[in-house]
T-cell receptor, first 111, second 115 residues
Framework: TQLLEQSPQFLSIQEGENLTVYCNSS?????LQWYRQEPGEGPVLLVT?????EVKKLKRLTFQFGDARKDSSLHITAAQTGDTGLYLC???????????FGAGTILRVKS | ETGVTQTPRHLVMGMTNKKSLKCEQH?????MYWYKQSAKKPLELMFV???????ENNSVPSRFSPECPNSSHLFLHLHTLQPEDSALYLC??????????????FGPGTRLTVT
């Protein structure tokens, strides 16, 4: 059983559409990170959220940390082909200071 | 060089070979990590080094042997691997601080194929 469940596992959309991917857990995290990984490369850190209810924006990407710090979402507005990749969430467990990764969401944006 | 570099980018080895993967970080971080990424499986943490000391070994088989001579360099020595060890091996670094976020800075990875 994954400590961090990501959904959906795979998403294929047309350019210009909006989408949301989710990262859920029954555990509390002191902080949560989102990464994007393109084929043949390592994951690249997009954002870190640390406060329950926090919302951060990175151009067309909006990240939200749940009030109880157990879940997070990533919303992309007007997706572009360059958004294609594997999106990973990772959380630092509140107790134990351990970083755990979700299995990821594969996003494919078609032109 | 900037960030985290890994060499080689691609490696094909037989089951009886011995090879090493190299990672170097240019970020001044105090912790380095090895991860394994296989198709359709989540990222698996293998080893963690904090100030050159190994602090975590997630039940990794002994055919994988890490070495961290200093806080900027990390090696993964490979011997008598199995075909199921074929994967993308990622190195990462982070700056560990009390109450920190453990943000990971990854290298581009080494694509390993065991024949």
């Amino acid at each position: 059983t994954q400590l961090l469940e990501q959904s959906p596992q795979f998403l294929s959309i047309q350019e210009g559409e909006n989408l949301t991917v989710y990262c859920n857990s029954s555990s509390v995290f002191s902080s949560l990170q989102w990464y994007r990984q393109e084929p043949g490369e390592g994951p690249v850190l997009l954002v870190t959220v640390v406060t329950g209810g926090e919302v951060k924006k990175l151009k067309r990407l909006t990240f939200q940390f749940g009030d109880a710090r157990k879940d997070s979402s990533l919303h992309i507005t007007a997706a572009q082909t360059g958004d294609t990749g594997l999106y990973l969430c990772a959380g630092v467990m509140e107790y134990g200071n351990k970083l755990v990764f979700g299995a990821g969401t594969i996003l494919r944006v078609k032109s | 060089e900037t960030g985290v570099t890994q060499t080689p980018r691609h490696l094909v080895m037989g089951m009886t070979n011995k090879k090493s993967l190299k990672c170097e970080q240019h970020l001044g971080h105090n912790a380095m990590y090895w991860y394994k990424q296989s198709a359709k499986k989540p990222l698996e943490l293998m080893f963690v080094y904090n100030f050159k000391e190994q602090t975590e070994n997630n039940s990794v088989p002994s055919r994988f042997s890490p070495e961290c001579p200093n806080s900027s360099h990390l090696f993964l020595h490979l011997h008598t691997l199995q075909p199921e060890d074929s994967a993308l091996y990622l190195c990462a670094s982070s700056q560990l601080t009390a109450g920190g976020s453990y943000e990971q800075y990854f290298g581009p990875g080494t694509r390993l194929t065991v024949t």
